[in-house]
């Protein structure tokens, strides 16, 4: 009477023709037997005459198939964990569904590193999605028809458009290499700068110091005469120019900001006509 293995859930399947050599013991990495599984049954379709002659065998087990992997850990399920850990959340998440899925049918190590890799990447999303509500939040907003800061809040010192009237930190130069970003508001609100003129710059290479310096000063003093409210000028102001560095001009800043800055005092109404 010939008898054959019947493998337990989680083994691999039984190839055509396996027979144990002696002393052959299951490998240690498959799941355990369950109680009362009949590991042996009896073969009736066994032929008779001579035994088919067994595959080679593997170290612990037996042979597999070209086309399933030896069991260890599985590699979408490392790759879902490292890409997890750097943040890159759509690969990770891919290839976590992807390790859970062959898991599934597999004697191989890994689902906790899947599952870990699919959490690091959603704890990814919590924190993304909570950097752009809070952003939303404390950024400044502009109308929709007139373009004029409605609602107080953080605004890029590059993103200043002429008649913007906001909080500079420093109460003298507003430099863009060191402030990056100040309090814009309505200008019915307290303030003490606003860009009373944007000057374009021609040309698409990056002009140089020399260059702004030629255009900046006249520039935003005809400007002061053209659109500024003479009468609300007062001797602690002063008229600064900004000038984009080469990393704001590789952006697509294009513009000189002229911006009256007062020191003293806050203001509480526009400076232009």
Not at 76 to 103: E, M, Y
Not at 131 to 137: F, N, Y
Not at 154 to 181: H, I, T, Y
Request: positive net charge; contains cysteine.
């Amino acid at each position: 009477m010939a008898y054959r293995l019947n493998p337990p859930p989680g083994w691999p399947p039984v190839p055509d023709g396996f027979v144990p050599p002696p002393g052959w013991q299951p490998d240690p990495a498959w799941p355990p037997v369950p109680a009362g599984w009949q590991l042996w049954v009896q073969d009736n379709a066994q032929a008779f005459g001579t035994l088919p002659v067994a595959p080679p065998l593997t170290p612990g087990g037996y042979h597999y198939p070209t086309d399933r992997p030896a069991p260890g850990t599985n590699g979408f399920a490392i790759a879902s964990f490292v890409l997890g850990l750097l943040g890159g959340v759509l690969l990770s998440v891919i290839f976590g569904i992807v390790a859970l899925t062959k898991l599934r049918d597999r004697p191989q190590r890994g689902k906790g590193l899947a599952i870990a890799g699919l959490c690091l990447s959603g704890a990814w999303l919590v924190g993304i999605a909570a950097v752009l509500v809070v952003g939303s939040l404390t950024a400044a907003q502009r109308s929709a028809t007139t373009s004029q800061i409605t609602k107080s809040g953080d605004l890029s010192v590059l993103s200043l458009r002429a008649g913007d009237c906001f909080q500079n930190p420093s109460g003298s130069k507003p430099d863009p290499g060191v402030v990056q970003v100040v309090t814009a508001v309505p200008c019915s609100s307290s303030h003490n700068a606003q860009v009373i003129a944007l000057l374009p710059v021609p040309g698409s290479a990056y002009p140089g110091g020399d260059a702004f310096g030629a255009q900046g000063p006249p520039g935003c003093r005809a400007s002061v005469r053209a659109v500024v409210d003479r009468s609300k000028l007062t001797a602690t102001m002063q008229l600064l120019w900004l000038y984009p560095l080469p990393q704001a001009w590789a952006n697509g800043q294009r513009t000189i900001s002229c911006v009256i800055v007062d020191s003293s005092q806050d203001l509480t109404s526009s400076l232009l006509k």
